[in-house]
């Protein structure tokens, strides 16, 4: 076993390898020592080998433990070694003991889904500790935990969770089916994965949830959903989804009723803001000023004076500042890119105004539309929201307040026409009749 490992892994300096002899058998073992827990090693197989032996004993140690099993299949052992199991061989029978180190140990803290009320426990990258994570939270015999195997080099670790009596049993075949389509050579992180279940990779929103906390996927598989958990990812994947859930925030659940369908209703505000308040601009500043008030017509005109170029023009550079601010907080260090954002974002506000290259309604308009933007609490649909709002400013320049209203219809239409795993994505709710319908239908009832 030691010789074919050793030339199969080019006779890697990091392999250990050693054969023990304990008056009675003799034991070949190897394994990475930076992927293995060491403790686990010399507790659960070198003290019962060489120290405390009983051969019968030791059989049922091998029976009885799940972390060790047959690893019979010579053509899996490189495989096995490099995802942290250690191999032995004892009488002319190869093993395999589950020995992998976990690097964490404990559940992150919330770092994009912030919650003022709610629990601040987050996933890790580590999967057994986000199944137990969620196991806490919906600890019902419903439960179901399913696991695949995803991809060809990685053979990365996705678990599919959902309560067997109130999950969509057509959602669930076709992820299954989708899951085994799903062709990749390494999973890396959940967004790969997000694009290879996805029905159209050219998709303009998101058809599946990104979240970090585990009271949300617990909350949705209450709520009949699916969830997809996968080893080194710290994100779930929730599915299937509506437009609403991009907009729910965790603190809804905890707040008052009407406190939480208010703080909905801003963020569906601040949504039609962001898509729709620079393109108006532009085509009431440019096209159709006869829609406001004389006083406030006047208003823009004269801030408008010293600027050289067409509103459409003032639009694209405001935008274009606001979007560099933006990536550019996301990829300096944490310690500085708030701070350089802020100051930027002053700095460039007052010079830029104060040079006459845009008006000062501008950088209104500009801020609302940035504020807005960070009311929605999804990141994935707060990036679609972004890229959706230029295709209004780029109608706008041609077709005016007219040309806002009829793009705001077609993309209120393909809303209504796409599809989260075969569900509607623009229902705002699920009639009872059909909830009890899909719950009976669970049951066999």
């Keep these: 076993m030691l010789e074919q490992i050793r030339a199969e892994l080019q006779h890697p300096s990091d392999l250990y390898s050693v054969t023990l002899d304990n008056g009675y ?5 190897c ?36 972390n060790f099993g047959l690893a019979d299949e010579p053509e899996h052992w490189t495989r096995l070694l490099l995802k942290g199991v250690l191999l032995f061989q004892i009488r002319d029978m190869v093993f395999r003991y589950d020995v992998m180190r976990k690097l964490q140990d404990e559940p992150d803290t919330v770092q994009i889904e912030a919650s003022l009320q709610g629990p601040q426990t987050a996933f890790n990258e580590d999967l057994d500790l986000n199944i137990s994570l969620v196991r806490l939270r919906y600890n019902l015999p419903s439960l179901c935990v399913e696991q695949h195997i995803v991809g060809e080099k990685s053979l990365s670790r996705v678990t599919v969770l959902y309560d067997k009596h109130l999950v969509n049993n057509d959602v669930l075949m ?27 990779k050219h998709r303009l929103f998101p058809t599946m949830l990104q979240t970090e906390r585990p009271d949300r996927v617990a909350t949705m598989i209450e709520r009949g959903k699916v969830a997809i958990l996968q080893d080194g ?21 905890y707040e ?34 006869e829609v406001l008030r004389f006083q406030l017509t006047l208003t823009i005109a004269g801030s408008r004076v010293v600027v050289p170029y067409p509103s459409f023009v003032e639009v694209f550079i405001m935008l274009f500042m606001i979007e560099a601010l933006i990536e550019a907080s996301l990829r300096l260090p944490r310690s500085i890119g708030s701070t350089a954002a802020t100051v ?45 709002k230029y295709i209004f400013v780029v109608v706008s320049i041609f077709y005016g307040v007219l040309g806002v209203a009829v793009t705001f219809f077609a993309l209120i239409v393909y809303w209504c026409n796409l599809r989260s795993f075969g569900q509607p994505y623009l229902a705002f709710y699920i009639p009872k009749q059909e909830a009890k319908a899909h719950h009976r239908k669970s049951r066999g009832e």
Excluded at 25 to 29: A, H
Excluded at 37 to 63: C, T
Excluded at 187 to 193: F, I, P, Q, V
């Design 174 to 200: 076709l992820l299954n089916e989708r899951l085994k389509n799903v062709q990749l050579k390494t999973l890396r992180a959940s967004g790969e994965l997000v694009q290879e279940l996805s029905e159209h």
């Design 344 to 388: 930027g974002g002053l700095i460039l506000g007052q010079s830029i105004q104060q040079a006459g290259l845009v008006s000062s309604i501008m950088i209104i308009v500009t801020s609302v539309v940035a504020i807005s933007n960070f009311v929605i609490p999804n990141n994935g649909f707060g990036y679609s929201i972004r890229f959706i």
């Design 31 to 66: 394994y990475f020592p930076a992927l293995c827990d060491q403790a686990l090693i010399h507790n659960g197989l070198i003290v019962p080998f060489s120290y405390k032996f009983d051969p019968d004993e030791f059989d049922r140690m091998l029976e009885a433990n799940p």
């Design 233 to 253: 990812s710290r994100f779930a994947l929730l599915l299937p989804v509506r437009m609403v859930d991009f907009l729910h925030a965790m603190d809804d659940d």
């Design 25 to 29: 058998y003799e034991m070949e073992l």
């Design 256 to 289: 008052s009723f009407w406190m939480s369908k208010t703080l909905l209703i801003l963020r569906y505000i601040a949504t039609f803001l962001t898509i729709t308040l620079p393109a108006l601009y532009i085509a009431i500043v440019s096209l159709n000023p």
